[in-house]
């Protein structure tokens, strides 16, 4: 949520000035002080003028009038060039990051609507693989190897960086978790395979998919893994461990590992959205019935 009040300042802060500038005004009327006469004040004692003279008047005039219209010249051909500035920043940095950010979170949403965790996501072109195409969010990589990095906002740059390091956090904390249940199934099963321990880790079924959705593991599962010739003794005790897995912290932090994560992708794609309508609004004079 600290991206989406980072935006929502940015949007409104003209607002916000208008209202700071409506307080110092009346706090001004409350304590008698008329402004404009302050700052004349202050003017006079930088540049002592006698302006009662006419001659004088008409020329401090002019020369304030071409002043003005100087800086008001200048002020609106760099509005200008800032205006073209956001414009393209918003279409070859902010839409492409919304598209591939709003499928990914599509995919997220999922997750969490079927109470269920991706087992890997994808972040660089380098471990991509089609069967996880739905997990992956490769915007950030392309947008960080050109030179549009550079006209990325600090502040939005943060919060991206931040969610590749959820990400991986998530999957450290995944990984964890099937290492501790991966320990505690060898346990047992070294009981019948002395020389478990010096196998492929493959061999060992930790069922972290089912633990984590809460499924209970059934014997059809364990006859479908390597070990379903077990005896009913052992089976019984592997049956009991996984049940307990489900109580391992590990797993409660999978969980909120994932939900961490979660919100900060809900939070960015809601972020950009904003960022995106605010662009089309102010300076594409996008119009909101048509």
Not at 78 to 102: A, E, M, Q
């Amino acid at each position: 949520m600290k991206l989406n009040h980072k935006v929502n300042l940015i949007i409104h802060r003209k607002k916000i000035y208008i209202i700071l500038i409506g307080f110092v005004l009346v706090g001004c009327y409350f304590a008698n002080i008329n402004p404009i006469k302050y700052s004349a004040n202050i003017i006079y004692r930088i540049i002592p003028i006698d302006l009662s003279d006419p001659a004088i008047a008409a020329l401090f005039g002019a020369l304030i009038g071409g002043i003005l219209s100087f800086i008001g010249s200048v002020y609106t051909q760099r509005k200008s060039f800032k205006n073209k500035g956001v414009i393209v920043r918003k279409n070859v940095i902010y839409s492409p990051l919304f598209d591939d950010l709003t499928k990914f979170k599509n995919s997220m949403d999922q997750y969490k609507k079927d109470n269920d965790y991706p087992i890997r996501l994808i972040f660089s072109t380098k471990d991509y693989h089609e069967m996880y195409k739905r997990n992956s969010f490769l915007a950030w990589e392309r947008i960080t190897s050109d030179v549009r990095s550079i006209e990325m906002p600090r502040y939005l740059t943060n919060e991206l960086e931040s969610l590749i390091d959820l990400g991986e956090k998530y999957i450290e904390s995944l990984n964890k978790a099937d290492e501790e249940i991966y320990q505690g199934a060898v346990e047992i099963l070294a009981k019948v395979d002395t020389q478990l321990r010096d196998k492929s880790k493959s061999l060992v079924p930790t069922f972290l998919h089912e633990i984590l959705i809460g499924n209970s593991i059934t014997e059809e599962n364990l006859n479908q893994s390597l070990y379903g010739h077990l005896d009913d003794g052992i089976k019984a005790e592997l049956f009991t461990f996984y049940d307990s897995a489900k109580q391992f912290e590990s797993i409660n932090i999978v969980t909120k590992d994932f939900n961490e994560f979660h919100s900060h992708v809900t939070d960015l794609v809601v972020s950009i959205s904003k960022l995106i309508n605010f662009i089309q609004e102010k300076f594409e004079h996008k119009n909101k019935f048509y």
